[in-house]
């Protein structure tokens, strides 16, 4: 079985002491005893395995009241994933930004930019990234992720053209003249560290909006024949990519 993984944001010294909501998954959740091997991330590419050592008795597990440190024995530095994908998404309603984070951390996507589009339904402020940031460390614990995903609101579509790189951004949109998916994925530059993909809120972009990421040469794909939901679409393309990222490196035999 895996040694189970916690977040600590500094692996800097030999013993760390993780922070309380961490400490109750490793005593209550997972009811982990002295000398226990875990591993911690500190969401920046940094890992680090090591031994529980000061997980207290039974009445004190009761009491809610014991932070957990442990004794770090092996660093170990983990590459940041390239090519990087962003995902420039309109904010969607309910609970279904936490479930969108969670899949996006799940299939290794970079960073998530909650954009506000002119039709955007749903608006989103600094309030809400502590809580999007907290899904995605649980996302990354239970897939054993190093990286923390940027999560980022209140961008602009203008923003987003004067920012990206000629060539590594594509606009989502339901229409069967706009080139696959794949197809532009099959034609990125080997040579660029970062892509993103632009997707709409339900009632897609305004003509206002197509028309400046016409002017910057933005190119159009499609998802499939169906009319998807926010997150459906930013997790088919999520998927995709790092399937693709997945057959680029096994051709040029990485891990």
Request: aromatic share 6%.
């Given at each position: 079985?895996?040694?189970?993984?916690?977040?600590c944001?500094?692996?800097?010294?030999?013993?760390?002491?993780?922070?309380?909501?961490?400490?109750?998954?490793?005593?209550?959740?997972?009811?982990?005893?002295?000398?226990?091997?875990?591993?911690?991330?500190?969401?920046?590419?940094?890992?680090?395995?090591g031994?529980?050592?000061?997980?207290p008795?039974?009445?004190?597990?009761?009491?809610?009241?014991?932070?957990?440190a442990?004794?770090?024995?092996?660093?170990?530095?983990?590459?940041?994933?390239?090519?990087?994908?962003?995902?420039?998404?309109?904010?969607?309603k309910?609970?279904?930004?936490?479930?969108?984070?969670?899949?996006?951390?799940?299939?290794g996507?970079a960073?998530?930019?909650?954009?506000?589009?002119?039709?955007?339904?749903?608006?989103?402020?600094?309030?809400?990234?502590?809580?999007?940031?907290?899904?995605?460390?649980?996302?990354?614990?239970?897939?054993?992720?190093?990286?923390?995903?940027?999560?980022?609101?209140?961008?602009?579509?203008?923003?987003i053209l004067?920012?990206?790189a000629?060539?590594?951004?594509?606009?989502?949109?339901?229409?069967?003249?706009?080139?696959?998916?794949?197809t532009?994925?099959?034609n990125?530059?080997?040579?660029?560290?970062?892509?993103?993909?632009?997707?709409?809120?339900?009632?897609?972009f305004?003509?206002?909006?197509?028309?400046?990421?016409?002017?910057?040469?933005?190119?159009?794909?499609?998802?499939?024949?169906q009319?998807?939901?926010?997150?459906?679409?930013?997790?088919?393309?999520?998927?995709?990519?790092?399937a693709?990222?997945?057959?680029?490196?096994?051709?040029k035999?990485?891990p």
């Amino acid at each position: 079985m895996a040694a189970p993984w916690f977040y600590c944001d500094d692996l800097s010294a030999q013993r760390v002491v993780l922070e309380a909501a961490e400490s109750h998954h490793a005593l209550h959740a997972l009811r982990l005893r002295n000398g226990a091997e875990v591993v911690l991330f500190d969401g920046r590419g940094q890992t680090a395995t090591g031994l529980l050592e000061s997980a207290p008795g039974d009445s004190a597990r009761r009491k809610g009241r014991c932070l957990v440190a442990v004794t770090l024995v092996e660093r170990r530095a983990i590459p940041y994933p390239v090519p990087a994908l962003t995902l420039y998404v309109a904010a969607c309603k309910g609970a279904r930004p936490e479930w969108l984070v969670e899949k996006a951390t799940e299939l290794g996507v970079a960073a998530l930019i909650l954009v506000d589009f002119e039709r955007s339904v749903v608006r989103t402020g600094p309030q809400h990234v502590e809580k999007l940031h907290r899904t995605a460390i649980a996302a990354c614990k239970q897939c054993q992720r190093a990286w923390v995903p940027d999560i980022r609101v209140g961008a602009t579509l203008p923003r987003i053209l004067a920012s990206v790189a000629p060539g590594a951004l594509a606009m989502a949109v339901p229409s069967p003249e706009a080139e696959p998916f794949l197809t532009w994925l099959h034609n990125f530059p080997l040579t660029e560290p970062h892509g993103g993909v632009l997707i709409g809120p339900e009632g897609g972009f305004s003509p206002a909006e197509c028309e400046l990421a016409r002017c910057a040469e933005v190119p159009t794909v499609q998802l499939g024949a169906q009319i998807l939901r926010v997150e459906t679409a930013a997790t088919l393309v999520a998927a995709v990519w790092a399937a693709w990222t997945n057959v680029r490196a096994h051709e040029k035999g990485e891990p």
